[in-house]
C-alpha cells in the first residue's frame, strides 16, 4: 500500500486535544509546556517537513494562545482551531519513577476540546477534515466525545476513505479519560472498519480487548480492515503487519517515555509519505523513539533535527532502503 504525501492544499489533518503541560516538577516549582498525544506527533511530522493541519478548540486565555502559538511557530497550519471564550484548555501534570515511566494528573473535564462540536466553526472543520489526504487521531481523541462525536469523526473519516485517502489511528487507550472499558470498545469498534493504518501499543491493546500476544493485536486489526498495522511493543520492539518483527537499535535504559509512542508513529508516517517500506518506516520509528525516550519531556529542542539520532543508527545498522 501506498500512503499518499500531504501536500499544502491536502495536509495530514491531526484531529485532537492540544494541553499545557507541567513536567519537571520539584517541591517548588516545574516546567510549563504545551503536548498531548496528537499534538506531539503532528509537531515531528511537521519537523519532518510534511504539511500539517491541527483541529481542536481552545479557549480565550493566555494558556490558549500559549498553545495556539506553539502550533503556529512549529510551522502547523491553525486555521481550524475553534476558539470557546467560555471554555479553557487542559492541563495534566508529569510524574516519573526511577525507570523513567510516567504517569499523569489531568485537569480536563471541562476543557474547550471538549466542547468542540458547540463551538462555532466545527461544521467548517469538519468538511475539511474530509477533504483533507489523511487524518490521524488516536483513542484519546475519542475519549473527549459521546457517541455523537464519535459518529460525527467516523462520517469524516468515511469522506476522507472515499476520496482516497487515509485514516491512521493509534488506540492509545487510558482508562481514566472512559467511563468504562466498554465504551472505550465501542467507540473504537466504531471507527476501527474506516482505519487504514493501525499503529497500536500491545500493553493498551491487551489491557482494553484482553489480547494474549501483539499478533492477535495485528490480526485483529487487519479482520477489521486495517491495510497496514504495526505494534508497538516497547523494547521489544514493533510488529509490521501480523508476522515481521523489526527490533530496537541499540536500546538504552528510558529518562522519560513520554512521547515515545508518539514520536515513533511520526517517524513512521513520515518514512512512508517518503516511500520507504512499513518495516524502514518502523525503523525510523524506533530511531525517534529512542532520541525521545533519552530528553525529558515529549518534545526535542526545536534546534535539534527529530531524525539526527535516527540517522545514526540506521546507518549503523546498514538501513538506507527506501523500498
Not at 504539511?51 to 512549529?74: H, Q
Request: glycine content about 10%.
Amino acid at each position: 500500500m501506498e500512503l499518499t504525501a500531504p501536500t499544502t492544499a491536502r495536509p495530514l489533518a491531526v484531529f485532537g486535544e492540544a494541553m499545557i503541560e507541567l513536567s519537571g516538577i520539584s517541591g517548588t516549582s516545574c516546567t510549563l509546556g504545551v503536548a498531548g498525544d496528537t499534538f506531539n506527533t503532528a509537531v515531528y511530522v511537521r519537523r519532518l517537513g510534511w504539511p500539517v493541519g491541527y483541529v481542536t478548540a481552545l479557549g480565550d486565555d493566555p494558556f490558549s494562545e500559549r498553545i495556539r502559538l506553539a502550533l503556529t511557530s512549529e510551522g502547523i497550519a491553525a486555521g481550524h482551531v475553534l476558539r470557546n471564550p467560555e471554555r479553557s484548555p487542559g492541563l495534566y501534570a508529569v510524574n516519573l519513577d526511577a525507570n523513567g515511566e510516567r504517569s499523569f494528573t489531568y485537569w480536563r473535564e471541562t476543557s474547550a476540546a471538549r466542547a468542540f462540536f458547540v463551538t462555532p466553526g466545527s461544521q467548517a472543520a469538519m468538511r475539511w477534515i474530509g477533504e483533507a489526504g489523511a487524518l490521524y487521531l488516536s483513542g484519546i481523541s475519542l475519549s473527549l466525545f459521546d457517541q455523537d462525536g464519535h459518529e460525527r469523526l467516523a462520517a469524516a473519516a468515511a469522506a476522507i476513505r472515499e476520496r482516497g485517502g487515509h485514516v491512521i489511528f493509534d488506540t492509545n487507550y487510558r482508562p481514566r479519560g472512559w467511563p468504562d472499558p466498554a465504551a472505550a470498545r465501542q467507540a473504537v469498534g466504531t471507527l476501527a472498519p474506516l482505519v487504514s493504518v493501525a499503529l497500536p501499543t500491545f500493553e493498551d491493546e491487551a489491557l482494553l480487548f484482553g489480547d494474549a500476544a501483539p499478533e492477535e493485536t495485528a490480526r485483529r486489526w487487519l479482520e477489521a480492515g486495517a491495510l497496514e498495522v504495526v505494534v508497538k511493543h516497547g523494547a521489544d520492539g514493533a510488529l509490521v503487519g501480523d508476522r515481521e518483527w523489526v527490533p530496537v537499535p541499540s536500546p538504552e535504559k528510558p529518562v522519560d517515555t513520554t512521547g515515545a509512542g508518539d514520536a515513533f508513529n511520526a517517524a513512521y508516517l513520515a518514512a512512508r509519505f517518503e516511500g520507504a517500506s512499513p518495516v524502514t518506516a518502523a525503523r525510523h520509528g524506533h530511531a525517534l523513539a529512542s532520541s525521545v525516550l533519552g530528553t525529558y519531556g515529549a518534545i526535542l529542542p526545536r534546534g535539534e533535527h527529530p531524525l539526527r539520532r535516527a540517522q545514526a543508527l540506521l546507518g549503523s545498522l546498514g538501513d538506507t532502503s527506501q523500498t
